[in-house]
């Protein structure tokens, strides 16, 4: 579990023995109700920054929607959805 200065709570995979089976539930039903919303993954947008410059990547975990095989022009697409909620990130 994992809290930051706005109060958030993040419960990841592990052991989450410690919360009632009433929470329990409700976290998990939170995480589907995301999950169901988002959607597919499609792919993963990835950039790293350095002290003097930046390295971005493209990545298709298993499971994912896209792959390397993808169009190049629908990978382009998904690049620009994330720098576009890159921009709006508060």
């Not at 920054?49 to 990545?59: D, R």
Request: proline share 1%; aromatic share 6%; glycine share 12%.
């Amino acid at each position: 579990m994992t809290t930051n200065e706005h109060g958030w709570i993040g419960y990841g995979a592990g052991d989450n023995s410690h919360l009632t089976d009433e929470k329990l539930q409700m976290v998990e039903e939170r995480i589907r109700e995301r999950q169901e919303q988002r959607g597919g993954l499609l792919g993963v947008v990835e950039v790293s920054v350095y002290e003097h410059g930046c390295h971005q990547q493209v990545n298709f975990p298993h499971g994912s929607l896209l792959g390397v095989e993808t169009d190049a022009s629908i990978i382009s697409e998904m690049v620009a959805r994330a720098s576009a909620e890159l921009t709006n990130w508060s």
